[in-house]
């Protein structure tokens, strides 16, 4: 069976920076479509960033564009999600989500995703 294993969540003062790692468990990224949610008081799957398993586009949430960055390693197994500049209202849990073959138009739907991780915690203090 396939899930997702994210790492790499932790605590950390506003303004700096943790890289989250995600990796497939039962298959390999090479394909695979990866996108990171996270989960907040005020929402249960809000959409962060995805990069597609084909091409390597990126595209971001308006709220983390020009602070986070999500790149793939794929002879390392392994998708990052750089974040910097960090905000308290960054802090959540992060979930990884792969997906075989989500169309454009729902990267940013948690419906599109057939797998997932446990989550990890990020937590920013003021």
């Known amino acids: 069976q396939v899930h997702m294993v994210e790492s790499g969540g932790g605590l950390v003062q506003a303004g700096g920076s943790l890289r989250l790692s995600c990796v497939p468990s039962?298959?390999?990224?090479?394909?695979?479509?990866v996108a990171w949610f996270r989960r907040t008081a005020e929402k249960e799957r809000d959409f962060v960033s995805v990069i597609r398993g084909n091409g390597g586009h990126t595209y971001y949430a308006d709220s983390v564009k020009g602070r986070f960055t999500i790149s793939r390693d794929n002879a390392k197994n392994t998708v990052y999600l750089e974040m910097s500049s960090l905000k308290p209202e960054d802090t959540a849990v992060y979930y990884c989500?792969?997906?075989?073959?989500?169309?454009?138009?729902?990267?940013?739907?948690?419906?599109?995703?057939?797998?997932w991780g446990q989550g990890t915690q990020v937590t920013v203090s003021s």
């Open positions: 989500a792969g997906s075989r073959g989500a169309i454009l138009s729902t990267l940013r739907s948690p419906d599109a995703y057939n797998y």
């Open positions: 039962g298959r390999t990224l090479s394909g695979l479509t």
